[in-house]
């Protein structure tokens, strides 16, 4: 079973991913060099050309590594305890959030009706930006929904079996969950 962006363990099998495809495109860009300095005594040649143009992809690569790599995953108690109270709820977990400002960790991200909570339980996240930077995508795209973002993990508990109770599931709830992950890591 592939693990996709909003799943649980989604930052390790992604570093997993990363790690493999940067391995991999800048062996070929090595193997290229050599092969075209093995043939022809020089490394003024073409296969140079292909491997110097087969650095961009590399590179490319290795930016997404960078940016996986400090992330961590969220605690497998903590999706424990997260998972059997979201029912009626679209849930994503294990986000990481960018914005022109700030790169924000976000654990789990719950929507239900035009309700969305969020719960992020680093120290590091700015709770109000990543508020403001949810609230300007979904603005963007004409979402009208009520957003909050919880550092403590039983407030969130708590606002989640609330809205598990009174809530009603909306057409529209996969839909804005589904434009958070895109615009996610």
């Known amino acids: 079973m592939k693990i996709q962006k909003g799943d ?18 800048f062996a070929l860009v090595i193997i290229i060099f ?19 143009l087969g650095c961009l ?10 940016m996986i790599l400090p992330r961590k995953g969220l605690e497998p108690g903590v999706y424990e305890k997260i998972s059997p109270v979201a029912e009626k709820s679209s849930v994503a977990y294990e986000m990481v959030m960018t914005s ?10 719950a929507v239900l009706g035009n309700t969305m909570i969020g719960y992020s339980g680093s120290e590091k996240a700015d709770v ?8 300007d995508i979904c603005n ?11 550092r403590d993990l039983d407030a969130f508990l708590e606002r989640l079996s609330q809205l598990e109770e009174k809530g009603e599931p909306s057409e529209l709830q996969d839909t804005v969950l ?8």
């Open 8 to 25: 649980y363990g989604y930052i390790k099998h992604q570093k997993k991913i990363e790690i493999l495809k940067t391995s991999i495109m």
């Open 178 to 185: 589904n434009t958070m992950k895109a615009v996610s890591l």
């Open 57 to 66: 992809p590399a590179s490319k690569e290795l930016v997404s590594l960078i």
């Open 100 to 109: 022109y400002e700030k790169t924000m960790p976000l654990d789990c991200l």
């Open 128 to 135: 109000s930006l990543l508020e403001k930077h949810i609230r």
């Open 34 to 52: 050599a092969a075209g300095y093995v043939t022809t005594k020089s490394r003024l040649n073409l296969f140079t050309l292909v491997a110097v």
């Open 140 to 150: 963007g795209n004409k979402y009208k929904v009520t957003i909050k973002i919880f």
